[in-house]
């Protein structure tokens, strides 16, 4: 194994079981890698198995219908899905870390910000209560925050979005972990916020060496943030490039669709082309590739058979047997 | 904190006023006649007329009350038409059976409820969720008085290991405690449970969860110190309850306390001490639900900073 490798996650499958229905597969197959100090974007719409992705990474689908079937998922070569509940517990927040949509939901409205720091804090490493104090009140001003000690003694009501958004990171980040995972971490704050936001976690990557996860839905972000991206539809891997690649010269349909319906400025079009359709409900997958139903340039053979995620030249890949034509064809 | 603690105590004033006036029309509104309670039938029309005067009952409404109050003001809750006794002797000597029912009651019944409820949530389609849901089922619907009879029947006289009445131990606190406390234990069963299933889904318990902590920490101190807000205002309502409830408890249990006095007030239209009584149900109802006020203050710092 590549000694950059931070995380390895192979065929990933998470089954969510609609009551006496029987279970949906939410996630699909989904296999990927991120680098040491690596920013990978994963997009695609809301539904398409993201944050289950994600919150299957961290095993926290407790309290949830949702259930890992398959796949392995390596975090420094440690097979987090054979870990104990015990062991799990100790890498969450130390090794790997989560900041979430809805920061201001996300802290506990009935602490104090300092002691949801501090819990954190004294969780995962051996310093003193006052020594984690002390910490947790660095960690606020680290993150930008700038009255450390008066947010600290502020209640989670006390503060804008932007602000709780900050906290969080700093929770995140107050041990150190390898790995971020941050699931739409600017959705929720207004523009100029989420540019703070998206400053202060490239800051991190770029100071600490710490791996993220970005997931978004916001095209945009993930120019401004990532080296590579994912782009998922209905809990599969449609298409991974490197992030120029990826706007530049698309492949997937679907792809092309979501880079298609972004606004672009100056262009002069009056309306915007959109992917027509919706995402298909995860009961009533069609059999072939998930996308043929909304895809212009599907045939008979893509509503047959399902696809694979191929690998491409140039350290692309991508599920579309179109594609897969081309490419070998040019070779 | 301390803004927040006096502004709530100032408001209960006007409340007592405005329960005092309603209790003081309702009360007179009643049909009935003391005086012919208190002279008996044979009484002449001469002799009732007299007693009413005697009593003030021929004064204009207003002017009862404000010489009522007057006499509330001055530690004087007037004397009971039946005994002739100071009406807060009579109540002094019931209060307390009354109060140590209460809290006797009171304390299992929460602690019990809310343990209850909290496993069955944390342990949700389990085992212990249901026998949890059974126990809060069959004490909402078994009626007091029923359960009284009942637990009289097993255990004071079928197996003679409690007494059936009066209150002349700790032992003969048991079943007329478990009696009053019963409907409590359950509704706040339940009532812990959704309100912890609901907690459970919030954003915090799963950041808590991200961030390492222990499962049961993240019950406790996450989800469980949150879902106390929302149950915390149902245990008022409840426990404000508890006093009419001992009306019930201590008629069947024969307990010489505040509840079998109101019963024979109102046979007898004691106005005096039926309305010292309901002025100290109210109270009862407003310090309990000040507590909770408080309490919600504590629980929540976001009423707390308003």
Known sequence: ?331 | MGRYFVKRVLGTIPMMFVVSILIFLFLHMIPGDPARQMAGKEATEQELVQIRQELGLNDPLPNQYINYMDDLFHGDLGTSYKTGLPVSEMLLGRLKPTIQLMFSAMIWSVLLGIAIGVLSAVKRGKVADYVGMFLAISGISIPGFWLGLVLIQIFSVNLGLLPTGGLDSWQSYILPSLTLGCGIMAVLARFSRSSMLETMREDYVRTARAKGQREWLVVLRHAFRNSLVQVVTVAGLQIGGLLAGSVLVETVFSIPGMGRLLVDSIAFRDYKVIQAELLFFSLEYIVINLIVDLLYGVLNPKIRYQ
């Open chain 1, 1 to 331: 194994m590549p000694e950059k490798l931070l995380l390895d996650v192979r065929h990933l499958r998470t089954e969510f079981t609609q009551g006496k229905k029987g279970s949906v597969v939410a996630v699909n197959d989904v296999t990927f890698q991120i680098e040491k100090g690596e920013i990978l974007g994963l997009v695609g719409e809301s539904g398409c198995g993201k944050s289950v992705t994600a919150l299957s990474i961290m095993s926290l689908l407790k309290d949830t219908p949702g259930k890992i079937t398959d796949g392995e998922v390596y975090l420094e070569g440690n097979n987090l899905l054979r870990c104990s509940e015990e062991e799990m517990r100790k890498i969450r927040g130390e090794n790997v870390s989560m900041i979430f949509q809805e920061a201001m939901s996300s802290l506990n409205p009935a602490m104090r910000v300092n002691a949801q720091l501090v819990e954190a804090i004294l969780l995962h490493t051996d310093k003193t209560k006052r020594e984690a104090e002390e910490h947790a009140l660095k960690m606020l001003g680290q993150v930008g925050i700038p009255d450390p000690a008066r947010v600290g003694r502020s209640y989670p009501h006390q503060l804008s979005g932007g602000m709780s958004q900050r906290v969080m990171i700093a929770m995140a980040m107050s041990c150190d972990p390898h790995l971020l995972i941050a699931d739409e971490p600017t959705t929720a704050l207004d523009v100029t916020i989420q540019a703070q936001i998206l400053d202060l976690m490239r800051k991190i990557q770029r100071e600490i060496h710490t791996g993220i996860l970005l997931i978004t839905h916001d095209l945009g972000v993930v120019a401004e943030m990532c080296s590579r991206v994912i782009v998922m539809y209905a809990g599969r891997i449609v298409e991974e490039a490197p992030v120029q690649h990826l706007f530049y010269e698309p492949m997937h349909p679907y792809t092309k669709g979501l880079i298609a319906s972004v606004p672009k400025l100056g262009s002069g079009v009056t309306s915007l082309p959109s992917i027509p359709g919706s995402v298909p409900d995860l009961s009533m997958m069609p059999p072939g590739c998930k996308f043929a139903p909304r895809c212009r340039y599907a045939q008979d053979r893509c509503r047959e058979e399902e696809p694979p995620l191929v690998e491409l030249s140039g350290g692309r890949k991508c599920r579309c047997v179109l594609v897969q034509d081309k490419e070998a064809t040019v070779e």
